[in-house]
């Protein structure tokens, strides 16, 4: 077309001319001090058994883990999140080994911060690693226990605090846990251990492969519900999220977790908009797994997907992200 006019002034290529020039207007940054690493333990001595359905993340035996620490820290990774994988005959009832003083999670956690204290170390508080039901509370007669359950939680997150845990993570999702267990932390003279909500934790189809790890799924039996719909919330909700963000915060939660974060991305962004605690986006196993599958098959590039995932959850106003990639992003942004 000769005379053509181009329409204005603006012309929004320029600004993406050259890798320096797009340096300059890139809006998002991912430092990797932002990332946490979760961990899953178990009991024993030289045990790396890799996760079937998350490959490249293993369960690892305390001496494996310490190894595992140290390459993170060497790769610029300092936040690591703990789970334990917890053999069958030491659950019970009513999750007693989550604060027994021979617990090896916690018996680990002392002795990762004795050797790494620059490490920090968020821990899981909930029933479902230690309860034979498998689920986040106390279950009887086919019912999840709100109020019966806050007095264990407080139990075990005064153990893990003890332990040397600088932030508790309460992912269970019954109701006034965060005021619980502040008040009962505070009243034990923990004032300094901090509370990272699991706030707006979905009832979620991605955490198969966090179940698998853990066998933490819920168990058969007739008591027992199949699912975690009447404490975890319903995927079709925002507002509801509202809610449970400003009870967290009102309890005295130090940070707010969206979980899982990609289906999320729109919850994280709201939270991101109505609160000013940080927000911390859970990457989880399921999501996690998705990426690697299709790695796998040869149909996604994962160098190039993995980052961009983690921008696009960072973007959406994410300041903390959990996510199994933790260790390779800063590898790759290291190299
Ligand atoms: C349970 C808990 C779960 C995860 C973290 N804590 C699973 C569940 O609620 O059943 C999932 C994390 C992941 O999938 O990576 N307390």
Known sequence: MDNFDFPGLQRPRRNRRTAAVRGLVKETHLPVTSLVQPLFLVDGRGIRNEVTSLPG??????????????????SGVTNFIVFPAVPEELKDKTGTYGYDPANFYLQAAREI?????????????????????????????GRILNDETLPILAKMGIAQ??????????SDMMDGRIGYLRQALDKAGFTETGIMA?????????????????????????????????????????????????????EGADFLMVKPALNYLDVIALLRQNFELP??????????????????????????????????????????????????YAQMTQS
């Open 57 to 74: 993340t293993f369960r690892l035996s305390t001496d494996e883990c310490l190894r595992e620490v140290e390459e993170c820290l060497t």
């Open 113 to 141: 911060k004795s050797r790494f204290p620059e490490a920090c170390l968020i821990s899981d508080v909930a029933l479902d690693p230690y309860n034979i039901d498998g689920h986040d509370g106390l279950v009887r007669n």
């Open 161 to 170: 605090a003890a332990a040397g845990f600088d932030i508790l993570g309460p």
């Open 198 to 250: 699991y706030s707006a934790k979905y009832a979620s189809a991605f955490y198969g492969p966090f179940r698998d790890a853990l066998d933490s799924a819920p168990k058969d039996g007739d008591d027992i519900p199949k699912d975690k719909k009447t404490y975890q919330m319903d995927p079709a909700n925002q507002r509801e999220a509202l809610i449970e963000a400003a009870l967290d915060t009102a």
């Open 279 to 328: 927000i911390a986006a859970y990457h989880v196993s399921g999501e996690c797994a998705m990426l690697l599958a299709a790695a796998r098959n040869g149909w996604l590039d994962f160098d190039r997907a993995m980052p961009e995932t983690l921008l696009a959850i960072r973007r959406a106003g994410a300041d903390v992200i959990i996510t199994y990639f933790a260790k390779a």
